[in-house]
């Protein structure tokens, strides 16, 4: 039996990112300081609960960047190396001997430079855009984008989509033909499943409150990670969610 756990979209560096307990005193006068400790308690909580596991897998978008959009006025921190510091505290507290990572979107994750790869070299990890790993003979497609939607019937058609498109490299011998494909960047649990094949998309550890996720975007989102246990070939996929848990996501009345 192996243990997978996947985690995506932590935002380092944003107010509303994955915040380590080394950062909660710089920002205590922040109105989003409560937010910060409660996600990072029902993190840490959810990590210990979970324990060893064989293999870590991450989805990309570990910092948040200089949050050119609005003006840096929603970060911690600007800097894409103290973010990378924060990200790699943050990882660190989960307990494996491997790690697989796929980059992030180069708006967060940088342009002209790749920021997530110091963060792979501390974490001794392999990074690259589109990884393949096989684990107890079961075939994984990871990458971070995939297209999104607020209706909930099309998010399964970009699930779909991306199976469809692995499927013509691989007749080509150009990918392995994968059981297993997962996807980051939307930030939300969907899991779409036929008779070879299981497509899903990443809860996200970057909490609700941004300006553009409040002004813009309707669609319901999920906080959380995603558990996985191979054993006899099978594979068993639990969705570990603290949408319903966390006071700070509640809407103010």
């Not at 064989?54 to 840096?72: A, E, N, Q, Y």
């Not at 297209?147 to 998010?155: C, D, P, V």
């Not at 059981?179 to 970057?206: C, N, W």
Request: hydrophobic share 30%; with cysteine; net charge positive.
């Amino acid at each position: 039996m192996k243990r997978i756990l996947a985690i995506s979209d932590l935002h380092c560096g944003s107010r509303v990112g994955l915040t380590p307990p080394s950062e909660h005193k710089v920002n205590s006068r922040s109105k989003y300081h409560k937010g910060q400790i409660e996600t990072w308690e029902w993190y840490k909580a959810k990590i210990d609960e979970i324990g060893k596991v064989d293999w870590l897998f991450i989805l990309g978008d570990c910092v948040d960047g200089t949050g050119s959009k609005s003006d840096g006025c929603e970060l911690n921190t600007a800097d894409r190396e103290e973010q990378g510091e924060y990200a790699v505290e943050c990882i660190r507290e989960i307990n494996t001997d491997n790690t697989r990572m796929v980059h992030g979107t180069p708006y967060h994750v940088g342009l002209s430079e790749d920021w997530e790869n110091p963060i792979a070299k501390a974490l001794g990890a392999r990074i690259g855009s589109h990884e393949f790993p096989k684990i107890e003979g079961v075939q994984f497609d990871l990458k971070h984008f995939c297209g999104s939607s607020a209706k909930k019937e099309l998010r399964f058609t970009a699930l779909g989509n991306e199976v469809k498109a692995n499927r013509e490299w691989s007749a080509q011998g150009l990918q392995p033909k994968a059981d297993i494909l997962i996807r980051g960047h939307v930030h939300y649990f969907a899991k779409a499943e036929d008779e070879d094949s299981i497509g899903f998309t990443m809860p996200a550890l970057q909490g609700y409150g941004s300006k553009y996720g409040k002004r813009k975007c309707k669609g319901r989102v999920n906080y959380g990670m995603v558990l996985m246990t191979i054993k006899d070939g099978k594979v068993d996929i639990q969705k570990i969610l603290g949408d319903k848990d966390l006071k700070c996501f509640r809407v103010r009345r």
